[in-house]
């Protein structure tokens, strides 16, 4: 579940499955990671700190209960649940 608690500090949780295959044989792959830090928002920008130091200031907009989240040319939707 990703999250922004109200105490500057924000959790996500990644997960991917790929599958593969080709000529009878089918690989596949389900992971999962977890990213944690700290965040502050000022104006329209969201700062984001990982707990590694490093860190990106997102362009935001809410959208009803998403959190839309602009960084570079990435577009990353955080949905209130």
């Given amino acids: 579940m990703n999250r922004f608690n109200p105490d500057g500090t924000w959790h996500r ?4 499955h790929t599958l593969a295959g080709a000529g009878g ?17 000022d104006g329209s920008l969201l700062f984001m700190l990982w707990d590694d130091g490093s860190f ?5 907009r809410f959208e009803g209960d998403n959190l839309k989240m602009a960084y ?5 939707v955080w949905t209130r649940r």
Wanted: charged share 30%; no cysteine.
């Fill in 13 to 16: 949780q990644n997960r991917s």
């Fill in 25 to 41: 044989v089918w690989l596949e792959d389900k992971s999962s990671s977890s990213e944690n830090g700290r965040w502050n928002a």
């Fill in 56 to 60: 990106a200031n997102y362009k935001y």
């Fill in 72 to 76: 570079k040319k990435t577009l990353e």
